[in-house]
Structures are given as structure tokens and as C-alpha cells.
């Protein structure tokens, strides 16, 4: 019997049932080379960027690079003109302009910038049985016990009292010391270990430890925590009241790397949401002469709620289509209800070692290319963006035409949790939106995996999406 010849069911099943498959399988070995190539540009943004100012900072080097220049209100701009808006060194929009008229709409994709970590609060230096620490208010959902004994680097500015800024990066440079948050040795944490887990480090007991050398008097009380403030006076010029108007921030010190035997995964700080950042960034840079004009995002405050002027529940992103629209007539209103956008932030990656919060079914795996989002939310459907039936069926479209690797999913079984994206701040402009992004393994973990398929999976999806003729 001929072993190629399909059977009855078999050719029907082929044309009737959908089955989503590894990319690896799928993709060709030049496919393959592309997307690796492309993880080792999402490593080094990744290396300069983790905090969303320097999320900010290096796009915008990116940005001038490829010739964009400062967006200026009342001017009007031709097909092919690249401009960009730092809205306060947090978020960033950068737009080319399109062929067809501001009224046609605009293509917009949306990734947020900001990561779980932990910031340091007003009034951080204290000293306690002669060592020095940083008191902390963890930034977004962590999980606490998984910011203990690894290695941290402090990021961020200091505003003086005089009003100039001081850049910290310190911890990064092989030659830089670096923090951390210190543990209960097991011998003597029986009692921690009856706490739930939840509960097992608590948000208080997140303290950075900094130091513990004296300033050589005797007669000086807190001499480690004096010792400590000399050298940062020495150093930044700073005294401990500069802490007041100052945003610190201790994020995990150690630089993105390949994980794996088959180096098919990267391993990092910050995937949530730079996974979706990046490819995004680059896909807008790539699109040189769109139809419609592209606008792309790269916004804070996601991970508390996008609130705050440079979160997407604010208006920085409806005043600047307006600004845009303003020197050609238009209102802006008429351009957001005829734009549409990919919202772009990641989704939980099936994880067989914890298998049964994820209906598998309807959920993302690692390496099946870019999860697209119908929905987030949680339980009922809380707090999210329902994307309608005929904009998913136009991405879907444009993504099987286009070839690009995907695959459909849901953050979570119904009544297990669930969580949102920028996407409902969007849709609440009167846009078209759904949710893609990158399945992440251990997110909001200090390390959380991606696949490097899915990354560039999600670099394909935003450039044919910003790219469509």
C-alpha cells in the first residue's frame, strides 16, 4: 500500500480542522537563521534598556539614526516624512507618514515599556545592626520571593535641589558593585516557611542591602549609612534630601542570553512588555513608505494600571493625532474612528510543569509563532477590549497571506485570573484593536523566556500589519 496516499479522513481533516503547529517544523532553515539574527538586536536593546526611560532613551538613538526628526505641531508633513514625540523621557510615539490622507486613519501598534521591579521609596537610606540598606515599593505584580538573593542594579535619575538631573547606572559595568535583597538561611526560616507563599518575603522585608563599611569617627551615630551617603555625595554631588525628587529603580543585573542546548530561547529581564517593544520599534523603522500613516507607541504605567501622564489612560496619544490631523483640516475624532491597531503585549506561554491554570486548547505554546488575543480580562471578561469578529477576521487574514507564523490564545482558564493590556485605553478612542503579542515563560519573573521564532514571528505581524497596501 502506497504510504503517501492520504485517506478520505485524512484530506478532511486537513481542510476542515485547524491545527496549529510548531514553528520549527514549519519555518525554513533561512526562516530560521532570520529569526536568530534577529534575537541578537532584541538582546542588546534589552542590555540598554531596562527601565522605560532607557527604553526611551535607546529608541530614540534608533529613531535618529534612521533619520526622524522632532515632531512639531502646526506643521503639515508629506508621504515619507519620519517624525517622533517623547512624551516626558517615559513614552514615546513615532509616526511616518503615509500616502493616503490623515481622514483615511492610521495604523497604530502599542507595546508598553515599563517592567516589574522594584523602586526605591522617598526616603530610601537606612542603617540597621551596622549594615546599610534601601527601603522599596515593588513596582507591578511580582511575585516577592523572586527578588531575593540575585543580583540587582540600580537605574534611574536623581533631580537635585538645584535642578539638574544625575543619571544612575550602577551595577551593570563588570566593574560596578552591585545589590541585592538578602534571605533567611533555612536552618532558621521554619518559621517563614509556614507563611503562604504569597506571604513567604512580604513587601517590607524587600530591602536592598548597599553597604557596610563605617565612616572612620567615633562619635558618629548610623556611621554605615553616613559612610554610604558620603560616597554618593562624593560621586553624584547628591545628599540624602535629593532622594525626595529622585525615580530609582532596582532592576536584576544580569544582561539577556541564549537558553537551551539549541539556543532557540532568549533568557532575560524584561520581555514583559520589550518582547513586544522591540519588534514593534523595528517593524515601524522598516516600513519606509507606508499607505496608511503608522503610528507606534512605546508607553509606560502598564504595569500599574496605564494611568499618569505618560500611561495610556491618559490623553498624550489622542492629542497627538489631533495634532497631527490639525494642519490638514481634520478632527481627530474622524481619524481615530477609521484607524486600527494592533495592541501588542505579550501572553502566558503554556508551561507543562504547571499545566492547569491554561486551557490547552485555547492557549499559547512557545516557538508556534505570535498569539493573537481575542479578549484578555479577567473571569468575565473584566477589564478588556473585546476585539469584534470582522477586525480579527481582517488580521487573519492579512497574517495567513502574508505567511506569518501565528497562533490564537487566552491569558488563562475562565475563573483562574486572568489579566489586561493598553488595548481597552485604545479601543476607547472609538479604534479598532486586537491583542498580539509574544507567549513568555515565568513572566513577570526577575528572568522570564521567549522564543526566538515568536519574537520574530511578532516583528512579521507588526511590519505587515503597518506595511498593508
Not at 523572586?146 to 551593570?172: C, S, Y
Request: aromatic content about 8%.
Amino acid at each position: 500500500m502506497d504510504e503517501t496516499i492520504k485517506s478520505a479522513a485524512e484530506e478532511l481533516k486537513e481542510k476542515l480542522v485547524f491545527d496549529q503547529k510548531n514553528g520549527g517544523l514549519l519555518l525554513s532553515e533561512e526562516q530560521l537563521k532570520e529569526a536568530y539574527d534577529f534575537s541578537e538586536g532584541y538582546k542588546r536593546f534589552l542590555d540598554s534598556a531596562k527601565t522605560e526611560r532607557e527604553a526611551v532613551e535607546t529608541a530614540i538613538a534608533m529613531l535618529t539614526a534612521k533619520g526622524y526628526q522632532v515632531f512639531e505641531t502646526g506643521r503639515k508633513y508629506k508621504a515619507g516624512d519620519k517624525v517622533y514625540y517623547n512624551n516626558r523621557g517615559k513614552s514615546l510615539i513615532l509616526t511616518t507618514i503615509g500616502t493616503e490622507p490623515i481622514k483615511s486613519g492610521v495604523r497604530i501598534a502599542a507595546a508598553h515599556i515599563d517592567s516589574p521591579r522594584l523602586d526605591l521609596k522617598p526616603r530610601p537610606v537606612y542603617e540597621d545592626s551596622q549594615l546599610a540598606l534601601l527601603k522599596t515599593h515593588y513596582y507591578g505584580g511580582i511575585k516577592k520571593y523572586q527578588w531575593t538573593t540575585i543580583p540587582l542594579a540600580l537605574h534611574g535619575v536623581i533631580i537635585r535641589n538645584d535642578g539638574t538631573k544625575i543619571v544612575v547606572n550602577i551595577g551593570e559595568d563588570e566593574k560596578d558593585p552591585i545589590f541585592c535583597v538578602t534571605d533567611l538561611l533555612p536552618h532558621l526560616a521554619e518559621e517563614q516557611s509556614k507563611r503562604p507563599l504569597a506571604q513567604g518575603i512580604k513587601g517590607e522585608e524587600l530591602n536592598i542591602l548597599i553597604g557596610c563599611m563605617p565612616f572612620k569617627d567615633d562619635k558618629a551615630s548610623e556611621a554605615v549609612k553616613l559612610n554610604i551617603l558620603n560616597i554618593l555625595n562624593e560621586k553624584y554631588g547628591i545628599t540624602e534630601a535629593d532622594f525626595l525628587s529622585a525615580e530609582l529603580e532596582a532592576v536584576p543585573a544580569y544582561k539577556a542570553k541564549d537558553l537551551g542546548f539549541d539556543r532557540g530561547m532568549v533568557a532575560a529581564y524584561g520581555h514583559d512588555d520589550r518582547v513586544c517593544a522591540y519588534p514593534a520599534l523595528i517593524a515601524a523603522l522598516d516600513c519606509v513608505n507606508p499607505r496608511y500613516t503608522t503610528v507606534t507607541v512605546l508607553t509606560d504605567k502598564e504595569e500599574t494600571g496605564s494611568e499618569g501622564n505618560t500611561g495610556l489612560d491618559s490623553s498624550y496619544l489622542r492629542y497627538f493625532i489631533a495634532d497631527l490631523a490639525e494642519p490638514y483640516g481634520v478632527n481627530a475624532r474622524t481619524v481615530l474612528s477609521a484607524s486600527k491597531c494592533l495592541s501588542a503585549d505579550v501572553n502566558a506561554g503554556f508551561d507543562p510543569t504547571f499545566p492547569d491554570v491554561l486551557d490547552k486548547r485555547n492557549c499559547a505554546f512557545v516557538n508556534y509563532g505570535v498569539v493573537v488575543t481575542k479578549y484578555t480580562g479577567s473571569r468575565g471578561k473584566s477589564g478588556t477590549s473585546d476585539c469584534s469578529a470582522e477586525f480579527f477576521g481582517e488580521v487573519r487574514r492579512l497574517l495567513n497571506e502574508k505567511n506569518v507564523l501565528w497562533q490564537i490564545g487566552e491569558l488563562g482558564k475562565v475563573d483562574m485570573g486572568g489579566g489586561g493590556t493598553v488595548a481597552k485605553y485604545i479601543a476607547g478612542l472609538n479604534v479598532d484593536v486586537l491583542d498580539v503579542g509574544v507567549p513568555v515563560l515565568s513572566m513577570h519573573a526577575p528572568m522570564e523566556v521567549v522564543s526566538k521564532i515568536d519574537v520574530y514571528s511578532a516583528y512579521r505581524a507588526f511590519f505587515e500589519f503597518l506595511n498593508v497596501k
